[in-house]
């Protein structure tokens, strides 16, 4: 059974950091790219970062470049997205998500599997 679990999320003032975490299991973790998604309130959800572990590039949105980054952790079988510098329009439900291959952009295309979401506030 496939599962995508995401947590770590939480309330953060402007400026701060925040890890939020993908826990995956009932899938080759090394042969699938990992994408992280987010939905803002009365917006659509958008792709943020693509990791394509081992066998390609990561990629990155615009608007977080330079402030997010993504990790893997293959023994455990788990990405992390580490958030820095955040603003308010960071806010929203974060999503991770799993499709087979490498990532072609920073919006992961497709995905065969989705986590429950986890919330990240950023407010004063």
């Known amino acids: 059974q496939v599962q995508l679990v995401e947590s770590g999320g939480g309330l953060v003032q402007p400026g701060g950091s925040l890890r939020v975490s993908c826990a995956t299991s009932?899938?080759?973790?090394?042969?699938?790219?990992i994408g992280w998604f987010r939905q803002a309130p009365g917006k659509a959800r958008e792709g943020v970062v693509c990791?394509?572990?081992?066998?390609?590039?990561?990629y990155y949105a615009a608007s977080v470049k330079g402030r997010f980054a993504v990790s893997r952790d293959n023994a455990q079988n788990t990405v992390y997205l580490e958030m820095n510098n955040l603003k308010p329009e960071d806010t929203g439900v974060y999503y991770c998500?799993?499709?087979?291959?490498?990532?072609?952009?920073?919006?992961?295309?497709?995905?065969?599997?989705w986590g429950q979401g986890t919330q990240v506030t950023v407010s004063p």
């Open positions: 990791s394509s572990g081992d066998y390609g590039d990561n």
């Open positions: 009932g899938f080759d973790f090394d042969y699938y790219a």
């Open positions: 998500a799993a499709g087979p291959g490498i990532c072609a952009s920073y919006s992961l295309y497709e995905p065969d599997h």
